[in-house]
């Protein structure tokens, strides 16, 4: 079964135009401060959107919302992620790299959900490490990833992929189309 | 990364849509951010005078730019895609062999795709479902109607008076019942 749109807002365009909006209000925000954020790292990012999120995470919904905050900061220009079109929406290899890193350096934890069709969960284990980043980081960057997280946190991981595959036609796969 | 991009390229069926209920202005003010284009063949083909007095308009206030001919340069990938889509056309028996008709809104994808454009106006399911193959966004003649009403440059009265016009004077059909409930043309 090919991907179909589930509301009028996604079939007309309304909720890909909202998106726009939004990615283009928030990147006006970040634009001054991304010098200050060009002194992190890409594991840096991964870790403070754990932070945001209660310091754990599923993988898919922890990669949606990363691809969400590269794509509405503008991040992407001073850390590229290289997201491209995968089966679950936008992957990133550098992600997947840093991920691993992440696990080797003790800085995340790595768990099978057994109950929960064996996914992948992520928790952040040096969370004091990261408070001190979060303090420093500039308030126009903190806002974007409370916003991501709030907006996203009572949305199963299906809804969030599928939201990403109506806002963002570039990143989707051809057979979903 | 997108959603730098602020170009908006017009098909003409949104266009004639949106003139026929004397609302095509708003194409110009759903974002201020946003540059609509139109190429001159899309154009070309408003022959109705309704529609083509509003995008005259457009244009003489500045509001909408034209880009110059240029299907010819693009002729040799329109054709694959046009023949794929008068297949289906043919298969479904809704109309005789005519991939020349599907021409003007391949066109007009393949340009937004080479401006980077941020949106491609369209009305037709099988060229919305070909601009996200081409990893565009849309937007339809519907959509900017309550895009327009939701920035408050329209009431939601005159909205159910579009859609009603549209439905009954062009046939417009809205497959997804939600937008007809939330203006009240159905229950």
Same mark, same amino acid.
């Given at each position: 079964?090919?991907?179909?749109?589930?509301?009028?807002?996604?079939?007309?365009?309304?909720?890909?135009?909202?998106?726009?909006?939004?990615?283009?209000?928030?990147?006006?925000?970040?634009?001054?401060? #991304?010098?200050?954020?060009?002194?992190?790292?890409?594991?840096?990012?991964?870790?403070?959107?754990?932070?945001?999120?209660?310091?754990?995470?599923?993988?898919?919904? #922890?990669?949606?919302?990363?691809?969400?905050?590269?794509?509405?900061?503008?991040?992407?220009?001073i850390m590229p992620?290289?997201?491209?079109p995968a089966n679950?929406?936008?992957?990133?290899?550098?992600?997947?790299? &840093? =991920?691993?890193? =992440?696990?080797?350096?003790?800085?995340?934890?790595?768990?099978?959900?057994?109950?929960?069709?064996?996914?992948?969960?992520?928790?952040?284990?040096?969370?004091?490490?990261?408070?001190?980043?979060?303090?420093?980081?500039?308030?126009?960057?903190?806002?974007?990833?409370?916003?991501?997280?709030?907006?996203?946190?009572?949305?199963?991981?299906?809804?969030?992929?599928?939201?990403?595959?109506?806002?963002?036609?570039?990143?989707?796969?051809?057979?979903? +189309? | 990364?997108?959603?730098?991009?602020?170009?908006?390229?017009?098909?003409?069926?949104?266009?004639?849509?949106?003139?026929?209920?004397?609302?095509?202005? =708003?194409?110009?003010?759903?974002?201020?951010?946003?540059?609509?284009?139109?190429?001159?063949?899309?154009?070309?083909?408003?022959?109705?005078?309704?529609?083509?007095?509003?995008?005259?308009?457009?244009?003489?206030?500045?509001?909408?730019?034209?880009?110059?001919?240029?299907?010819?340069?693009?002729?040799?990938?329109?054709?694959?895609?046009?023949?794929?889509?008068?297949?289906?056309?043919?298969?479904?028996?809704?109309?005789?062999?005519?991939?020349?008709?599907?021409?003007?809104?391949?066109?007009?994808?393949?340009?937004?795709?080479?401006?980077?454009?941020?949106?491609?106006?369209?009305?037709?399911?099988?060229?919305?479902?070909?601009?996200?193959?081409?990893?565009?966004?849309?937007?339809?003649?519907?959509?900017?109607?309550?895009?327009? +009403?939701?920035?408050?440059?329209?009431?939601?009265?005159?909205?159910?008076?579009?859609?009603?016009?549209?439905?009954?004077?062009?046939?417009?059909?809205?497959?997804?019942?939600? #937008?007809?409930?939330?203006?009240?043309?159905? &229950?």
């Amino acid at each position: 079964m090919g991907f179909e749109f589930r509301t009028w807002k996604e079939e007309s365009g309304v909720l890909g135009f909202r998106e726009w909006e939004k990615g283009r209000a928030v990147s006006k925000k970040v634009e001054k401060d #991304l010098p200050k954020i060009a002194e992190l790292d890409r594991k840096d990012l991964i870790e403070l959107v754990l932070h945001a999120n209660k310091k754990k995470m599923l993988k898919t919904r #922890l990669y949606k919302e990363l691809f969400l905050l590269s794509e509405r900061t503008g991040i992407s220009k001073i850390m590229p992620f290289e997201w491209y079109p995968a089966n679950y929406g936008p992957f990133s290899e550098k992600m997947a790299q &840093d =991920l691993e890193q =992440l696990k080797k350096d003790g800085r995340i934890r790595e768990k099978i959900i057994k109950n929960r069709n064996n996914m992948f969960e992520y928790e952040l284990i040096d969370a004091e490490r990261t408070e001190k980043i979060w303090e420093k980081l500039p308030g126009s960057f903190k806002h974007a990833l409370v916003e991501i997280a709030e907006e996203f946190k009572d949305k199963k991981v299906d809804e969030i992929s599928h939201y990403i595959h109506v806002a963002y036609p570039k990143y989707a796969t051809a057979v979903k +189309c | 990364m997108e959603g730098q991009s602020s170009i908006i390229i017009s098909d003409s069926g949104p266009m004639i849509n949106l003139a026929h209920v004397e609302k095509l202005y =708003l194409i110009a003010e759903i974002s201020p951010e946003l540059n609509v284009l139109i190429p001159q063949e899309i154009l070309d083909e408003l022959k109705d005078s309704k529609t083509r007095m509003q995008a005259d308009e457009l244009i003489k206030s500045g509001k909408m730019s034209v880009l110059p001919k240029n299907i010819d340069k693009y002729f040799d990938r329109i054709l694959p895609i046009a023949t794929q889509m008068a297949y289906v056309d043919f298969g479904r028996s809704q109309s005789t062999w005519n991939p020349k008709q599907h021409y003007p809104e391949i066109y007009v994808i393949l340009l937004a795709k080479e401006l980077d454009a941020a949106f491609v106006l369209l009305d037709e399911d099988r060229a919305i479902r070909e601009a996200r193959r081409q990893g565009l966004k849309h937007l339809r003649h519907d959509a900017v109607l309550d895009l327009a +009403c939701e920035n408050k440059l329209i009431r939601p009265e005159e909205v159910r008076e579009c859609l009603k016009k549209l439905m009954t004077e062009r046939h417009v059909r809205y497959k997804k019942r939600d #937008l007809l409930i939330k203006y009240g043309v159905v &229950d």
